[in-house]
Structures are given as C-alpha cells and as structure tokens.
C-alpha cells in the first residue's frame, strides 16, 4: 500500500514538529511526505527543510513544495499534483497520528480490496485539554457526514483517483472545504470502509486551528460551502438528494444557533428565518427545526440523530 501524505502548513514553525514526528514515526513503509508551505511569513519553510535533511530516507520520501495562492485548499491541490501513489491521504500541521495509523487502513484493505475510501475514528483535544471522542458512523454515511463531519480532511485515505475525478480541493471555500469536498466524493458512490476499533488521530483545536473556534467570524464563508452543497446535491442524480438537501437547511438551523449562542443575532436571524420560511408547508419539520435552534443556541448537543433518523 504506497501513499502519499499531504499537509499544508502556514505560520506552523513552532507546532508542526509533532505532526512531523507523528508521521516520521509511521511503522508502515514506504512513504511520499509532501509538505506544502502556504506561504509562511515565519520560518516555517526553514523547519519543514530541515525535517527533511533529517528523516528523508528510501522508504521515506520527503518533498517540500511552496504554494503562493492563500488557503489550504489550494496547498492541498498543489501537493496533489505532486503525488503518484494509489493511495492519497491530507492532514492539517497541527494534528497528530497514532504510529500504527497507516498499518490499520492497510489491514483493512487487506479484509476490503475493492474499497475506494477508508475512514476512521478520531479524537478532539479541546482548548481546555479535554479529550472528546468525536461521531463516528458506517451507516446512512452521506446523512452523517452532512450533519457530523464526518469526512473531516484528517479522517480518511482514498485512492487517487477519487480525488482527481472530483476535481480535487475547491480554493474558493475558505471555510469548512472538507464537508464541501466529502460530498463530491460521496455523490460518486464509492465504496467505503472503515476502520472501527479504536481513534488513531488526534484533532487539536486551538485558536491558531484550521478549522477556527466561532463561526460568526467566519460566517460568510460557512454559509458559502452549504450554498455550494446544496447546488451539487440539487445538480446530482444520487437517490437520497431530495432528503439530503433537508439535511444541509438543518446545517443552516445549527449554524444560525451557534450564531445566536456567540451573541450575533444580525445574522442569526435572517439565516434561521429563510429555512423556517421555506418550510412553512411541512408544519412537522419547520416545528422540529424551531426546536433543535433554540436547544443548541443554549448548549445542547446531539441533536442531529434525531433528524437524521425524522428526515426522509
């Protein structure tokens, strides 16, 4: 199982060493490293050169690439011009993987060889140092993955061509360019497989993340992807769009809540009220969106189980 791993890195010099290590200590071998500098004002190309001065090897391969156009999606894309590999994994620079997580996909496709996807479990290391399991699921995955992210950049290895047939990485979403690439993929209906036994990543949010703390900072570009998901599912053939686009309007609902929640209704309410008014005509669904907006604009968790199993 040959991969190529992908992580773009911004102003990263004094983080990225464990995600390097974490991955210079990978038991499975071989290994295409490419690391992709976004343009760094520190001297973050410094510290990825001297990974590799240190740890290129013959079943290392490291390569250092530097990629001018801003955000991650376009770093991403330039290193996967770089790969050549079957099999093709991205990772954020302030991560970190367990040393056996490239030996698990490989002994699941071992049991699954006709998989074009392989996801696992994944760990959230919050500000406060608490560790959080995050959602994981095999069943009704598209649904999941639209309500948990559950195709997170960090949380899956897919061959090659998956990525290529999609287009790969859209730089124009600043914001939450995972979710929006996951439902390309997922509208190609590949075959998945999983890794369930236990989490071998670690996401490490932090206020210098990828992924950010709030979301009224980043509201434009929020609202931006779901916009984008909803055309590709309104644009597709896939069996379930119809009830997938119900789920996206529920993303708005969680979205508008989280905004009212960090004290923003300006946009809270404008973005909560044009799903409520599309739904006038489904009292059941319009009713239950009311509720879950005002049970996660006070804290409450969980809720989009019990969408995903009303939504059809």
Sequence with gaps: MDITIIVPVYNRAHLVGATLDSIAAQTLRPIHLVLVDNNSQDNTLKVLLDFKK?????????????????????????????????????????????????????????????????????????????????????????????????????????????????????????????????????????????VADKSRITIVAGEESISGLDFSSRHAGCEMALATIEKKLQDSAHPQAERLMKIVDYRRVVLAAHYAREGHLELANPLYGSVIRKYVSLPVLSTLFAIAYDYIRHGGRGFGRLIRLIVR
């Design 54 to 194: 240190r740890h290129q090897s013959d079943d290392f391969k490291v390569t250092v690439l530097q990629e001018t156009r801003r955000g991650a999606a376009a770093a991403r894309n330039c290193g996967l011009q770089e790969a050549t590999t079957e099999w093709v994994m991205f990772f954020d620079s302030d991560d970190i993987m367990a040393p056996d997580l490239l030996e698990s996909y490989a002994r699941a496709l071992e049991k699954h060889a006709d998989a074009e996807i392989i996801l696992t479990r994944a760990t959230l290391k919050q500000v406060d140092g608490k560790m959080r399991q995050l959602p994981y699921f095999e069943k009704d995955f598209f649904a999941n993955h639209l309500i948990h992210a559950t195709m997170a950049t960090q949380r899956y290895i897919a061959r090659r061509k998956c990525f290529l047939n999609v287009g790969g990485w859209d730089p124009s979403q600043m914001v939450w360019d995972d979710l929006e690439l996951g439902v390309r993929l997922l509208l190609k209906m590949p075959t998945l497989a999983f």
